[in-house]
């Protein structure tokens, strides 16, 4: 079944480290996107794509940053990450049409100390 | 102003009555609403979606829109302790540079008891 991984599941890590969380959806869809879900924030948009070798800014995208090389991957880099991107980090895709039925990954539980 | 606003609850409906969430957006020209529920520590689903104003159903849920008051709501039927979540509202809007986006609001926990 095709379907929307995330790795890795869990991650703590350090201030100040660059950090590489990993995307992978096999429908085959254009649109990826990752989002951060913080309590009393909800769903807030980092980056996304439209295909490949497109990436575009989100709301909170400073201190982040993506690539698409491919149609199934699209790989979240921190920089240098800072207790701030302390979160929970979800990953979600979705068809060229209909690109706001969006389905999303497991997310990847983020600490940053 | 929040472009999407939710009463974070939590919305505690006893078995069997009905529950009802609420949702209004800040951008006049909208056009696409969504529902998604997300179990806690899970990953948000899609459950319902609506693009004109007045109701859609699905089994035991509605969706309701009012372009007009920028509200859209979900109601749940027969609400069954499995349908304790925390239900997001969730609106596309276009920005500058042609592009949309699904702006997400913070979501309203509902509990269900026996």
């Known amino acids: 079944d095709a379907e929307i991984t995330q790795s890795p599941r869990h991650k703590i890590t350090e201030t100040g480290r660059q950090v590489t969380l990993a995307c992978h959806q096999t429908?085959?869809?254009?649109?990826m996107f990752w989002y951060r879900q913080d309590l009393g924030h909800g769903l807030r948009l980092i980056h996304y794509s439209y295909g490949v070798q497109d990436t575009n800014k989100g709301e909170v995208s400073d201190g982040y940053s993506v690539s698409r090389s491919n149609t199934e991957d699209l790989p979240l880099t921190l920089e240098s990450a800072a207790s701030s991107q302390t979160s929970v980090y979800f990953c979600?895709?979705?068809?060229?049409?209909?690109?706001?039925?969006?389905?999303f990954g497991p997310g990847t539980r983020l600490l940053v100390l | 102003q929040k472009e999407v606003e939710q009463n974070s609850g939590p919305l505690s409906v006893p078995e069997g009555a009905i529950a009802s969430l609420n949702c209004t957006y800040s951008?006049?020209?909208?056009?696409?609403f969504f529902w998604y529920r997300q179990y806690s520590g899970k990953s948000p689903e899609l459950i319902m979606s609506i693009y004109s104003n007045g109701d859609k159903e699905d089994g035991r849920f509605t969706a309701q829109l009012n372009k007009a008051s920028q509200y859209v709501s979900l109601l749940i039927r027969d609400s069954q302790p499995s349908d304790s979540a925390t239900y997001l509202c969730a609106v596309k809007m276009g920005f500058s540079g042609g592009y949309n986006k699904l702006i997400f609001g913070a979501g309203t926990r509902l509990a269900v008891h026996p």
């Open positions: 979600a895709s979705s068809p060229k049409s209909g690109w706001e039925t969006q389905y």
């Open positions: 951008d006049r020209v909208s056009q696409s």
């Open positions: 429908w085959n869809h254009n649109n």
